[in-house]
Nanobody, 122 residues
Framework: QVKLVESGGGLVQPGGSLRLSCTTI????????IGWFRQAPGKEREGVSC????????RYTDSVKGRFTISRDNAKNTVSLQMNSLKPEDTAIYYC???????????????WGQGTQVTVSS
């Protein structure tokens, strides 16, 4: 039974920071790429970041480069997304997802979490 659980979302002022965590259950992080996605109301889900299990390489969408950092803690079976310098346009439901071995170029991940709300507003 595979399950992904996101946590750490909340309300933050512009310029603030949040750390999201994705806890993985039933999979080995060493063999799964973990991606972060977000979806704002009325918009399509977009990829934010992905962490490769092979070499730890990372991928970010242009709008978050330099502000967000993805990392893995294998001992805790978690992958985190540190979000700094948050902007109102970062407001969305954030999802983590797992794919075997590599970061897909699409939404074709094997498992998805339920999401956590991030709201950036003054």
């Amino acid at each position: 039974q595979v399950k992904l659980v996101e946590s750490g979302g909340g309300l933050v002022q512009p310029g603030g920071s949040l750390r999201l965590s994705c806890t993985t259950i039933g999979i080995t992080p060493d063999y799964y790429a973990i991606g972060w996605f977000r979806q704002a109301p009325g918009k399509e889900r977009e990829g934010v970041s992905c962490l490769s299990p092979a070499d730890g390489s990372t991928r970010y969408t242009d709008s978050v480069k330099g502000r967000f950092t993805i990392s893995r803690d294998n001992a805790k079976n978690t992958v985190s997304l540190q979000m700094n310098s948050l902007k109102p346009e970062d407001t969305a439901i954030y999802y983590c997802a797992a794919a075997a071995y590599v970061c897909p170029d699409s939404l074709e991940y094997d498992h998805w979490g339920q999401g956590t709300q991030v709201t950036v507003s003054s």
